[in-house]
């Protein structure tokens, strides 16, 4: 079957799922006053091929992938106390995976007014804008391509998706909450388990981000974000700084360094007098190791991203519907600069298909550049040649 023939198919899948959207819907139970659950469920899914990516490494690989598959459960049992608890697939991309499903959120949350709240438990580390969407409150399918904070590497090495078991105090000042913040306290870097991790004192992971709201005030859960409102939350210019350190957080047991990594970012949304919607996202993040040249040489190495990097979106959203749906074309551009390997940068561009904001859209876009080939791995000496990557992807939830 040609790439073509593949492509009609997905197409075909998604339609036959969108048509099935409708049947759903997410329950709210209530038992009395300040009592109430909810739960929900998402699901990301896609087609992707890549340019010399098959095995031969000269024809394009094709391939339909699951990406996340997520069970949402929020609850409150007293007016101050309230519960989430979420659940997500891993091992769930590549061939004949397992599909485990792993505990994502697991927060017990102390909410008392809007200038202090705290949650405890396993829960998303205050960092980048990126990060507290999630993937599912994005502005496009892919994930962010700039480097991760450490609580986004598997295994509980640090956390797992951005999470890691620790305390958040969050809050907005002012009476009209311009001003936001959330800073923490997190495990990190799990030195039990596996001969030769860094951390070997034991030393807790320190987190913070600040944000101010310029237009108007993003509403959103607790000290979680979205990248676009689809112009619902009318005019945005949201300003943030973030920073995490963690002593003896990189590199090996023998020769451990300290992680300091610290973003900005800005949102900017702009409803226009046709009713359109114009979006602008960017990212600046720097991160510091320290780590030697034997830490980086070491087959147990924790080898943070040292360097650099940023990426910038724009997207404008047509106000007249085609059919169930309207269309967001957009570009992306992202260049990570690392100090100990090679640079890798990636140039995007498509169009999402909005139906029901994040709860339902499709997403067809097409990928130039080196970040598909070098990938994530920062240590020096890697290598990888520029290719195209063509995706067609839907994501739902309820």
């Given at each position: 079957?040609?790439?073509?023939?593949?492509?009609?198919?997905?197409?075909?899948?998604?339609?036959?799922?969108?048509?099935?959207?409708?049947?759903?819907?997410?329950?709210?139970?209530?038992?009395?006053?300040?009592?109430?659950?909810?739960?929900?469920?998402?699901?990301?899914?896609?087609?992707?091929?890549?340019?010399?990516?098959?095995?031969?490494?000269?024809?394009?690989?094709?391939?339909?992938?699951?990406?996340?598959?997520?069970?949402?459960?929020?609850?409150?049992?007293?007016?101050?106390?309230?519960?989430?608890?979420?659940?997500?697939?891993?091992?769930?991309?590549?061939?004949?995976?397992?599909?485990?499903?792993?505990?994502?959120?697991?927060?017990?949350?102390?909410?008392?007014?809007?200038?202090?709240?705290?949650?405890?438990?396993?829960?998303?580390?205050?960092?980048?804008?990126?990060?507290?969407?999630?993937?599912?409150?994005?502005?496009?399918?892919?994930?962010?391509?700039?480097?991760f904070y450490p609580s986004d590497f598997g295994n509980f090495v640090a956390g797992r998706f951005g999470r890691d078991d620790g305390i958040n105090l969050w809050g907005a000042f002012f009476e009209d909450k311009r001003l936001t913040y959330v800073v923490g306290v997190?495990?990190?870097?799990?030195?039990?388990?596996?001969?030769?991790?860094?951390?070997t004192g034991d030393n807790l992971l320190w987190a913070g981000r600040f944000s101010y709201n310029f237009w108007n005030v993003e509403k959103n859960p607790g000290y979680y974000t979205s990248s676009t409102y689809y112009g619902k939350g009318g005019d945005i210019l949201?300003?943030?700084?973030?920073?995490?350190?963690?002593?003896?957080?990189?590199?090996?047991?023998?020769?451990?360094?300290?992680?300091?990594?610290?973003?900005?970012?800005?949102?900017?949304?702009?409803?226009?007098?046709?009713?359109?919607?114009?979006?602008?996202?960017?990212?600046?993040?720097?991160?510091?190791?320290?780590?030697?040249?034997?830490?980086?040489?070491?087959?147990?190495?924790?080898?943070?991203?040292?360097?650099?990097?940023?990426?910038?979106?724009?997207?404008?959203?047509?106000?007249?519907?085609?059919?169930?749906?309207?269309?967001?074309?957009?570009?992306?551009?992202?260049?990570?600069?690392?100090?100990?390997?090679?640079?890798?940068?990636?140039?995007?561009?498509?169009?999402?298909?909005?139906?029901?904001?994040?709860?339902?859209?499709?997403?067809?876009?097409?990928?130039?550049?080196?970040?598909?080939?070098?990938?994530?791995?920062?240590?020096?000496?890697?290598?990888?040649?520029?290719?195209?990557?063509?995706?067609?992807?839907?994501?739902?939830?309820?």
């Open positions: 079957m040609n790439i073509c023939k593949q492509s009609t198919f997905t197409i075909v899948f998604f339609a036959m799922l969108l048509i099935a959207l409708p049947a759903f819907a997410g329950p709210k139970l209530e038992f009395g006053d300040d009592k109430w659950m909810s739960i929900g469920a998402g699901a990301r899914v896609h087609f992707f091929a890549q340019e010399d990516g098959a095995a031969d490494g000269e024809n394009w690989s094709k391939h339909f992938g699951l990406e996340n598959m997520r069970l949402y459960v929020n609850g409150q049992f007293h007016k101050y106390l309230k519960i989430e608890f979420n659940t997500d697939c891993t091992n769930c991309l590549g061939d004949n995976s397992s599909g485990t499903m792993i505990v994502l959120d697991a927060i017990g949350k102390f909410e008392f007014n809007q200038y202090v709240n705290i949650w405890g438990g396993r829960q998303l580390v205050p960092s980048d804008r990126a990060e507290l969407d999630g993937p599912y409150f994005q502005n496009t399918f892919d994930f962010n391509k700039t480097p997190f495990d990190g870097v799990d030195h039990s388990g596996m001969a030769g991790r860094p951390n949201t300003l943030a700084f973030a920073i995490q350190h963690h002593e003896d957080g990189a590199g090996t047991a023998a020769n451990q360094s300290d992680f300091t990594g610290y973003s900005t970012d800005l949102l900017m949304e702009k409803v226009l007098p046709n009713k359109g919607v114009l979006t602008f996202e960017g990212e600046y993040k720097v991160f510091d190791t320290g780590l030697t040249q034997a830490a980086l040489t070491a087959d147990n190495c924790f080898c943070l991203f040292d360097g650099d990097s940023w990426t910038a979106t724009g997207l404008y959203l047509f106000p007249q519907k085609l059919g169930i749906g309207q269309l967001q074309p957009y570009v992306r551009y992202t260049a990570n600069n690392p100090d100990f390997s090679t640079s890798r940068s990636e140039i995007e561009f498509g169009t999402n298909y909005i139906i029901d904001g994040h709860n339902a859209k499709i997403a067809l876009f097409y990928q130039y550049g080196d970040i598909a080939t070098k990938g994530r791995v920062w240590t020096p000496g890697v290598t990888g040649d520029d290719v195209g990557v063509i995706k067609l992807a839907l994501q739902w939830q309820i």
